[in-house]
C-alpha cells in the first residue's frame, strides 16, 4: 500500500521535485561542517574584504578585493558577494557558506528537471520516440543523476568553487527562460513572454559576474536553435537562409557578453592566469583533447579515483596514443550524432558536454591543466543523456538479442534494480568524497597518495605537521621538492627544516625560493623568518620590507613583523606594524587587546638588549646561561612577555619537578600579562601532565580546546584528554 502511494506521489512533478530536494540533502548532509581547504584561505579567512557586506559595492569594481594573491585575482563580485554575506552570518564559521553550497546544487538539479521537462513536451517523436506517459521519468532520472553524481562534489565541498555552482544555477535559469519564451509549442501572451525574456537576459548578467565561464551560453542557444528551431544540418536548409529571422533571438545575450567583456576589460586591464612555462600552445591543446575523453568523460561515466589534484602529463605529440584515440573517439560520437540525428533531445544533451568545457579547455589557457569543478556544467548535460537512455532501456523489454529473449518480466525489475545500485553507489561515494574533504590530513593525504602533483604532497607535508607529526610532514615536503623545483614548494620544506633548528639547511631552501619567484611575498616573509632565527636581524627586517612592499595588505607579514620587533624589545615599531594589521583587518580583536599589553610594558633598550642575548643563548642549547640572562631581564622589566614565556619554557625542559613548578609559576604569570597568549595555556597544561596533576591538566587542556588556534596544539592536547579518559570539550579541530 505505501509503496503504491508513494509511486502515486513519485508521478507528480511536486512530488519528483521534493524528492529530488531530498537526495541532494542526503548526499551531502555530512559535508555541512567541512573546513576551508586549499584556495579557500587567501579568498576567505585571511581577505579583509570578506568580512561583511559593508564592501560589497567595492567587489564590482576592485578586483584586489578578490584574494590576497594579486595572481589568483579574478573578477566574480556576485561570487565575493555570496561569501561576505556567509562571513556575516557565521563569524567565518563554514557552516553558512556550506549550507549556501548545497542550496545552489539544489537549485540546479531542479533547473535541470524543469528544462528537461520542457524539452520532453515538444512532441514525443522529436525527443526520441518516447511514450508520453514516461516523459516524467527521463526528468527525474536524469535530475536524480546529477544530485547524487561524485564527480559534482568537489564543486559543493569546495567553498572557493561555489562560484561554479553559482554561476550554474544562473546559466541554467537564463537557459530556462529562453526555452519558456521560444521553446515551448505553446507560446506565452506577449507580456509574460516579455518578461521571461528579461528574466533570462537579468539571468545571464549575473551569471558572468558569478563566474566568466558562463560566456558559453549564446553559443549554447544557438546550438538549440540549430538542432531544435530552423536548423541547417537537420533539416537540409542553408543557415544563411534562416540567419535573419534567428538574429534577433540572440542578438540581446551577445549584447550582454560584449558589455561583460568591457566592464571587465575595465576592472581588469591585465590578463589574468597564463599557461605555465614549459607548457606550449600545441602541447596544451593536445592535451586537453585527451583530457576531454581520458579525463573529464570517463570520471564522468565512472567516477571512481577523484583527487583533487592529480598530476596529469602533458602531451608533446599528437601521436600520443591516448590523443589518437581521443580524437577517434571524438569523431566517432560526432559520427553517431550525424547518423541519428532524429534523436534531437540526445543530439544537444550529448553535444552539451564538450560545449560547456570549451572555455576552460580551448579558448583561456590555464596553468592547471585539469580540474574537477571544470566538469560541474557539463555533467548536467551527460546525466540528461544517461537518464534518457535509463527509460529508453526500459522500454525495449521485451528484447531479442540472436537466440536469447529477454522478456519484460525479466528485464523491467532487471532495469530497476541497474538504477538503484547505480543511484546508491554514487551517492555513497559522494558521501564519502565529502568525508574526505572533512579535513586537511584526509584531503591531501588522498591526494599525494593517489598520484598527486608537488603541491598535494607539500599541502599534506602542512597537514601532517599541523597533527604533530613531524618526521613524516618532512618526508612530504622533500617528496614535493623532488617532483618539481617550485617556490612553494622549497618554501615550505625551508621553514620546516628552520622550525627543527636545521637553520642553514632551511636558510638555503628559502633563498632559493626566493630566486625562484623574487615577488613572492611569502618567500620574503619566511626568509625573514628564518634569518631572525639565525641572528642575522638587519637582513632580516630588509626580507620583511620586501614581503610588505610586494603585498601591502599581507595580514601574516605584519603579524610575523611585530613578534619580530617585539622579540628585540623594539616595542614602538611592534605597537606600528600591529597598527597596520588593525586597519587593514578591524574584526581581529586579539590586535587591539596585544597592542594595549605592549603600551603598557616599559620601554627599556636595556631590556631589549638582555632578551637578544638570552634568546641567543636558548637558540644555541645553552639553557643555563639563557635562564640566568631571563631572570635578569625579568628584574628589568618584570612583566615581559616573551620573557616570561621564554624562561617558563626553559624551564620545562628540565629534568626535576623542581624546574618543573618554575615553569608552571611563569606561565601563570604569562597568562595573566596576556590572557590572549593561549599557547601558554598548552604549556602549563604540559607541565601539569609531567608533575601528575590530572585535575589542573585536563582544566588547561579543556580551556586550550577552547581557545587555541594552533592545529597541532590543539590535536597533543585531544590525545592526551583521551588517554586520561577525560572528554575533549571540542572534537572538530578546524
Not at 508513494?6 to 512530488?15: A, C, E, Q, S, V
Not at 537549485?107 to 524543469?114: D, I, Q, R
Not at 610586494?550 to 606594524?577: C, H, M, V, W
Not at 638582555?610 to 636558548?618: D, K, L, V, W
Amino acid at each position: 500500500m505505501f509503496i503504491k502511494q508513494f509511486m502515486t506521489f513519485l508521478n507528480k512533478p511536486l512530488g519528483q521535485a521534493i524528492v529530488l530536494a531530498l537526495l541532494v540533502w542526503g548526499a551531502y548532509g555530512n559535508s555541512l561542517h567541512n573546513p576551508f581547504e586549499f584556495d579557500d584561505w587567501h579568498v576567505i579567512p585571511q581577505n579583509p574584504a570578506v568580512r561583511g557586506p559593508e564592501n560589497i559595492p567595492s567587489f564590482f569594481v576592485d578586483i584586489s578585493t578578490f584574494s590576497l594573491l594579486p595572481g589568483n585575482r579574478d573578477y566574480r563580485p556576485l561570487f565575493l558577494t555570496s561569501m561576505a554575506l556567509s562571513w556575516w552570518v557565521g563569524g567565518g564559521d563554514t557552516f553558512p557558506f556550506h549550507i549556501v553550497s548545497v542550496c545552489l546544487h539544489m537549485g540546479n538539479v531542479l533547473l535541470l528537471f524543469a528544462i528537461l521537462r520542457v524539452f520532453l513536451c515538444r512532441g514525443g517523436r522529436s525527443a526520441g520516440g518516447l511514450p508520453s506517459d514516461q516523459y516524467a521519468w527521463v526528468p527525474f532520472l536524469s535530475a536524480a543523476l546529477f544530485a547524487l553524481h561524485p564527480l559534482a562534489s568537489e564543486s559543493v565541498n569546495y567553498i572557493s568553487s561555489q562560484a561554479v555552482p553559482l554561476t550554474v544555477f544562473f546559466y541554467l535559469l537564463s537557459f530556462y527562460g529562453f526555452l519558456v519564451v521560444y521553446g515551448r509549442d505553446t507560446a506565452d501572451s506577449g507580456k509574460r513572454k516579455w518578461l521571461y525574456l528579461a528574466g533570462s537576459l537579468a539571468a545571464y548578467f549575473l551569471a558572468l559576474l558569478g563566474k566568466p565561464t558562463a560566456i558559453s551560453l549564446p553559443l549554447m542557444l544557438i546550438l538549440w536553435d540549430l538542432i531544435y528551431g530552423d536548423a541547417f544540418f537537420l533539416k537540409g536548409r542553408l543557415l544563411w537562409k534562416s540567419l535573419g529571422t534567428q538574429f534577433l533571438k540572440h542578438c540581446p545575450y551577445w549584447a550582454i557578453s560584449l558589455l561583460y567583456l568591457g566592464i571587465r576589460q575595465v576592472v581588469v586591464p591585465s590578463p589574468g592566469e597564463v599557461v605555465k612555462e614549459g607548457h606550449p600552445i600545441l602541447f596544451y591543446y593536445l592535451t586537453q583533447t585527451k583530457a576531454l575523453v581520458w579525463y573529464y568523460l570517463k570520471l564522468a561515466i565512472l567516477p571512481v579515483g577523484l583527487n583533487v589534484d592529480r598530476e596529469y602529463p602533458l602531451s608533446d605529440s599528437i601521436l600520443d596514443v591516448q590523443v589518437l584515440l581521443s580524437i577517434v573517439i571524438i569523431i566517432g560520437i560526432a559520427y553517431l550524432l550525424f547518423r541519428f540525428r532524429h534523436y534531437k533531445y540526445l543530439v544537444f544533451w550529448t553535444l552539451w558536454f564538450p560545449t560547456g568545457l570549451l572555455l576552460t579547455s580551448y579558448v583561456v589557457v590555464l596553468g592547471q591543466l585539469v580540474n574537477e569543478h571544470r566538469v560541474y556544467l557539463s555533467l548536467a548535460g551527460l546525466c540528461a543523456v544517461t537518464g534518457f537512455l535509463g527509460v529508453k532501456f526500459w522500454h525495449m523489454f521485451p528484447v531479442r538479442i540472436s537466440k536469447w529473449s529477454i522478456g519484460a518480466h525479466w528485464g523491467k525489475p532487471f532495469t530497476i534494480i541497474l538504477m538503484l545500485v547505480i543511484f546508491f553507489g554514487m551517492g555513497y561515494e559522494t558521501r564519502a568524497r565529502n568525508h574526505i574533504w572533512s579535513s586537511d590530513l584526509t584531503l591531501w593525504g588522498d591526494a599525494a597518495l593517489h598520484d598527486g602533483t608537488w603541491r598535494a604532497h607539500m599541502n599534506y607535508g602542512l597537514a601532517l605537521e599541523g597533527a604533530g607529526r613531524a618526521d613524516e610532514a618532512l618526508v612530504q615536503f622533500e617528496e614535493a621538492v623532488r617532483l618539481g623545483s617550485y617556490a612553494f614548494a622549497h618554501l615550505n620544506l625551508g621553514f620546516a627544516h628552520v622550525k627543527r633548528h636545521n637553520i642553514d639547511k632551511g636558510l638555503a631552501h628559502l633563498r632559493t625560493a626566493v630566486r625562484l619567484w623574487p615577488s613572492l611575498p611569502e618567500a620574503h616573509l619566511y626568509l625573514a623568518y628564518g634569518l631572525g632565527e639565525n641572528g642575522n636581524l638587519a637582513e632580516a627586517e630588509q626580507e620583511f620590507r620586501q614581503a610588505l612592499k610586494l603585498r601591502p595588505n599581507y595580514l601574516k607579514g605584519y603579524r610575523f613583523l611585530a613578534t619580530f620587533y617585539e622579540k628585540q624589545g623594539r616595542l614602538s615599531d611592534a605597537i606600528l606594524a600591529l597598527k597596520r594589521l588593525q586597519a587593514l583587518d578591524p574584526g581581529q580583536v586579539w590586535v587591539g587587546n596585544r597592542i594595549a599589553l605592549l603600551q603598557n610594558r616599559p620601554h627599556s633598550p636595556a631590556a631589549a638588549q638582555i632578551f637578544a642575548e638570552a634568546f641567543a643563548y636558548q637558540k644555541q642549547g645553552e639553557r643555563a646561561l639563557a635562564i640566568q640572562r631571563y631572570e635578569q631581564l625579568l628584574k628589568v622589566d618584570p612583566n615581559h612577555r616573551q620573557g616570561n614565556f621564554n624562561l617558563a619554557y626553559a624551564y620545562l625542559h628540565g629534568t626535576g619537578q623542581t624546574e618543573w613548578k618554575r615553569s608552571a609559576i611563569f606561565f601563570h604569570k604569562v597568562i595573566k600579562i596576556d590572557p590572549q597568549y593561549f599557547e601558554a595555556l598548552h604549556r602549563l597544561a604540559t607541565v601539569y601532565w609531567k608533575l601528575e596533576k590530572e585535575t589542573e591538566a585536563v582544566f588547561y587542556d579543556q580551556r586550550y580546546l577552547e581557545q587555541g588556534p594552533h592545529r597541532d596544539l590543539r590535536m597533543q592536547s585531544k590525545k592526551r584528554l583521551v588517554a586520561a579518559g577525560a572528554t575533549p570539550i571540542l572534537l572538530n579541530l578546524k
